[in-house]
């Protein structure tokens, strides 16, 4: 779970009473928007990415207005944005009406775990209104802090000093961003980040840090986030329909991650553990449909609703079935097997034979067990495959998995169909 | 502040200062949730394989009792205080709690044991809020804290397995000593690394599994400095996925292979596989297999085709290269490896099947001799026939059945219900124990068996039946009389002869029963020799086994056991009993299925047992009366063997007649609908509980006519005999109607008035009894649903399935058509919010009325006999549900598995 922008953002920075800039929804009519103007002499029109979609390249994306008009034609530019994120392209849905906040500084902010440090960490500097990767790290401040005492006051005030920060920042900073520490570790935080502050001088001289825009992701393991209640919509659109399907499973006993790698894939890997994955997602390349990681010993009736989800996205427009692993430790190859088999079975009761060969890599407790339980399966439903065990080099096995996917696509295909009455 | 602890880290604690002092036989272990659903496993290996090193566990509420190994019992507590007082005493805590309770049982561990200086975590899915509150703690008291998510450390030198699973279930197998050290962020490859490193002659000192959380307490830098210290390790392997800056400063003094995995990551916006391999920053695969490139002065992958390395190391990106990199960088220090390779990593292919497809040689391997001990196992998997199901307990769970929360459709064995229905009676009776539908020639051997057995003429079981009805009790009580008299000597033939013909045939090479061209001689000849032919043959001769030979000729059916049994009576002289012939045919019936272990020995020889009941219940439900010696409600016997199909005997048991095509298509959806509603149903749980009471971890002793006992036992007026409760509401409704064909459109009733009268009634009755303070006033039965409902108008899609089955065949049924009227009319005037569906309780009904509407306006039935029906008629569809609850439950439960603890049952005062 991925938050991007100021809309949730600033409903977020309330619980810690951390004042924001003023931000107006995609519903907001020409009445409040002309307030807002009224309020702030400009504002800014974002649009709107859902999930972990990032700063950069948004830049451009960005839109001013100082009255009604030029900010409903901007919200019509920017509604539907297009973004290529991470080279994937990302759409917006909506925008936001934000108040501009006139300041002499910027600051940027962020709290994370630094693998650095193992530690929480402080990222902080006064330099703002570039990005932060392009900073001298002199001018950047990393601090970590004990977890057990949390943010403190000092921690911030060393971290400015250390900076050489204006006098004027250092006291509005210290009292103000420890409140973010709760904010994140409360709720399940694992990234947090204001980028920018800005320093917006009161009437009496004193600066208040006003956040501008708002980043965060939240610990898909910790249930403390689901407490603030967010729709679940945040962040709908980084994940597909299959991968949210599969995640409904996700239970401390046994992995269920999976990821659409090509919606054209013909071979459909289903792999044991977190080594396997990354190496056979990697030799597999484009002809896999899904990168998946089903270890950690799932029972049998979770691995079998697994199964079930991955055969009716995938198992139409797949050629190989490949059911890959090392030498599993712990997992039970024999419930594990069974259960892949006997969904495999439903499958093709429920939608019908089709044309697939199956190819298989594992070692481990029970394995012949299970090799003979998924033998006597795939011979009842007539589909070719070869079983190869764990002194087979995976990489050999991912190859030999890919020349009967290339067999199946060059005229195999028709043939298994035709063995199966259905060609 | 921390403690002091390895003065090569003076920013932070590390207490251990060489790999040898990792996992040594001196550690003394505590697991934190013991009995845990991985622990359970790995435990008491890790407890043998370290020669017992575990001295306790704890486990809420398990105090008391005892972890058995083979090492000896590991004594269990609720807490570790507990465990403390007890006198033990550790210096290691390994962690197998939840992840929600893993940060707190830290804590306690630290609080109450200050001699712990090691803590493996083994679970996944730490909250990171709690793993930085770990790493802190940790510090704050000088512990190495390993994890979490890992699989723990193994020491092949020191015979020591700490945590989790490392090497499986044999871990002498790949937990080999040599001289390479291993770190790992995969728990998998950790071992899988080990077994690759045999294949090149090099065994292991230290393997340990860092994990790969945000937060690894146990990482990189300080392993290094541990490898560097024992003087045990000359080289190491390193896998490393992408996500943290773990590696980035790390030197090395030894030799080191370094496989980086993972460069398709950066493609990933979100953690998958690892948590933590987030795309986008530094770390990533790229960046990481660079770092190592430097360490090692080298400037390119090594592959066995481009073997680039130096005497400091090698990089791979395919873990099946590191055995050659290892050879190859040691060869550059001078170092050999430890032992002669063992094995290899060509592919090796242990199962084949090309279907008879012309496939090119490379997809075409040649089957192998597998590796010790696999080799063995494979032999004894081809010896083994049939299935054979890991025993659990099985309250509330179902091999046979699910029902989906969503749909309320129950499946059996993989079948809905729903298609279910469009299957014959005596179809579902047999895959209900059989898990495969019957083919036409098993079908017509099925009728022949289960009708050969239906005329209960003369036995006890119908005598003590028809006692029981005029003695006033509900259809199930009276069935259950019959029932109990069929105990497991009256079926001993039966199922001895099936067990023979099991023995005969097992590795025969017979897969399909039908293919009367197999050539039994084999079997015949083992059968003539020894005591197979005394079980099978008989010296008197037997009417009923005659007739059922006879019966099978007429129709056509075949089977290779029925005419292996009739060569050997001639070869041996002697008769052919029914019992037997009995055998043969459900021995047929389940030969694919065992064949191919879907099925376990144990069913196939429980077969004739079962289809015994059927015929009973069925025919015991036909009054004395009816039944003579040879004839069976106006039927003959053999009448009903060659001409007559199981389902058209139910109907003639009930009704007294041969249905006609559309009255059979009727009844066959009726009682398949019938069949289940998964195992939480009353009557599953009933049979479910006979099961388990007589103990099915010794199948034979457990008495499947008891079993259906507690089916029949755990139904009811309020289950089973509830069906009525719609009828006599629809019998209302048409009583003074002069309805004469409930299937005939041109009834000349206006159904909507109808229903819109009997609305207009109903909200008044409902109006009055709300004003009176009566919130349990009578509800209309069918309608509405708890699943269905919220939508406009809503629909039961099993009730749409039905109606749209019969609506194509054209079939017309008035009283279901006026439901639809009557849920439109209790909108219109306000009685629901919406438009309620109708579910697929009033389809049940509706068929049963329709079927007993005649008899019944014409006076054969009266309204109580329509209402023994009813019930009769869901006795016989849920009958074919409970066989195959019994027979899952024999095959995969525990004794008395459905018992509930105590501390689960409430005292209501």
Known sequence: MQITGMYWGSRLLDYVDFPTSEVLGPEADADRIAGLIDRHGEIFIKPMFKGGVGRKGKAGLLGRARDVPTAMKEKARLYFAEHFHNGTPVKAEGVTFEGAVPAEHEIYFSLTDSTEYRAPIITLTHYGGMDIEELPPEKIARIPFDPLTGLKGFVVSNALKRLKAPRELISPLVQSLPRLWDLYHTYGMTTLELNPIRMRPERNGRLTPVACDFKCAFDDDDPNWKRLDLPASVDASSYSEFEQEVNRLRTYQGQSDVFVINEQGTITAMTFGGGANALVTELLGESATISSDFGGNPPYAKMHDISRIVYTYWLEQSNVLFIIGGKANNTDIYETFRAMADALRDHFNSHGPQPLYVVVGRGGPNLIRGMGYLRDTLDALGLPYQMFGHDSAMSEVVNFAQAADRWMAEGGRELVAKRLGIG | MHPQGVAAFPHYYVGIDSLARLATREDRVCVLNITGGESRTVTPVSHAFSGGNVVCGTAPGRSGSVMKTAAGDIPIYDNLPEAMAAGHRFNVVVVYLPPAGVRDGVLEAVRVNPDIDKIVILTEKVPVRDARVIRAIGQMHGIDIFGANCLGIADAHNRVRIGGALGGSQP??????????????????????????????????????????????????????????????????????????????????????????????????????????????????????????QKFGVDDIFTPENPVCSEKGAVVVNIAHIPAAMTAVMARNGIEPDFEPRGDLSLKCWFSNTQGLKLPEQLNPPVVKAVPPYDEQIAALEEQVGAVFPRQVMKDASGASMMDPNSQVTRIHGTSILDAATRSYEENLVQALVREYPDMNGTALANVALNAFVNQSGQIGLAAAQAARRAGNSPNTSLSAAIALLGPDEVAAARDAAATLIDLFRHSDLNDPSDTAFDFSGPLERALAGDAAGVLLSDAACSRGGAMLAAMAARGAKSVFIEFLQALAERRGGSLRGQVILAAVTTHLAWPALMRKRLSITTVVNLPWHFRIYSALVGSAADEEQQQPGRFCGVDDDALMRDWSFAETAHLALLGRRPDMEALFSFSVLLGLIISNGPGTISAQGAKGAVSADGPEAPKRVQINKCYLGFLSHTGYAHGGNGFEAISFLLDRFRDTGLANPGSREHGLDLAAMALDYAREYLEYKKKAKAAGDLSYAKIPCINHPVFKGEPVNYDPREVFVSDLFSRRGSYNIFLDFYHELVQALYKVGVSRNVYCVNVDAVIAVILLKMLWQPHVEGEISEQVMEAAAFTTFLFGRMIGSAAEIEDHINRGRNMDTRTPASRCSHVG
């Open chain 2, 172 to 293: 002498e197998e790949s937990l080999v000593p040599g001289s390479v050290a291993i770190y790992s962020n995969s728990g998998n490859f950790t071992t899988t690394i080990a077994v690759y490193l045999l294949t090149a002659g090099w065994g292991t000192t230290v393997s340990l599994s860092s994990g790969k959380d945000l937060y690894i307490h146990y990482a990189a830098m300080e392993w290094a400095h541990a490898f560097h210290n024992d003087d045990r390790s000359k080289a190491a392997v390193m896998y490393i996925e992408p996500g943290g800056y773990y590696e980035h400063e790390l030197r090395f003094h030894k030799p080191v292979v370094a496989c980086v995995v993972g460069r398709w990551k950066a493609r990933l916006t979100k953690a998958c596989g690892h948590a933590g391999a987030i795309a986008g920053s530094g770390d990533n695969a790229a960046a990481k297999e660079e770092w190592f490139l």
